[in-house]
């Protein structure tokens, strides 16, 4: 059984326009929100043995985040064909992973993010908000993955816990 974490990234920065969309950092909020929903993941005992992000500013603060709360050792994979991709190229990249990894957090944006969540299972998002994580189960490799039904485990976001 394998576990794949869906996560979009925390809320970012508008503050310096001069900055473009890649570089964007963190906000106040993004800063406050991302460790809380990283000690959901932790609450649920699913143990990450591998996290690739995107390598825009705000999914790399974001993966640092959770990566320290949850205790992850292992180097991140920071992926530039992840910024701002489509299910499809996500969809490569998971079939990229080593089947050693069991449990592999996906830090990106969206609309893929959303996009994806939805073609995996029967549950229905609209949109997931920043900081928002979706877990999914699947039998089979990394090598195999199709956007073919996964079991749909959790949906979580900030609203959702205040």
């Known amino acids: 059984m394998k576990n794949l974490i869906l996560l979009r990234h925390a809320k ?3 503050k310096d326009l001069r900055l473009g969309d890649f570089d964007r950092p963190l906000n106040n909020r993004g800063k406050q929100t991302a ?16 996290i690739i992000s995107s390598s825009s500013k705000r999914t790399t603060e974001t993966s640092k985040i959770f990566a320290a709360i949850l205790s992850y ?12 991709a489509s299910n499809l190229t ?12 069991n449990n592999v957090l996906l830090v990106a944006h969206n609309p893929g993010i959303t996009n994806l969540a939805n073609k995996l ?6 949109n997931v908000p920043t900081s928002g994580m979706i877990g999914f ?6 090598k195999n993955f199709t956007n073919e ?13 205040k």
Do not use: H, Q, V
């Open 149 to 161: 039904k996964c079991k749909f485990l959790f949906y979580e976001y900030p609203k959702k816990i």
């Open 12 to 14: 970012s920065s508008w």
């Open 137 to 142: 189960s699947f039998d089979g490799e990394w």
């Open 35 to 50: 460790p809380l929903i990283a000690k959901i993941l932790l609450s649920k005992n699913i143990f990450i043995d591998k």
């Open 121 to 126: 299972s029967d549950y229905r998002i609209e």
């Open 73 to 84: 050792e292992p180097e991140i994979i920071y992926e530039p064909n992840l910024y701002l």
């Open 90 to 101: 996500i969809i490569n990249t998971i079939k990229m992973i080593d089947e050693n990894s």
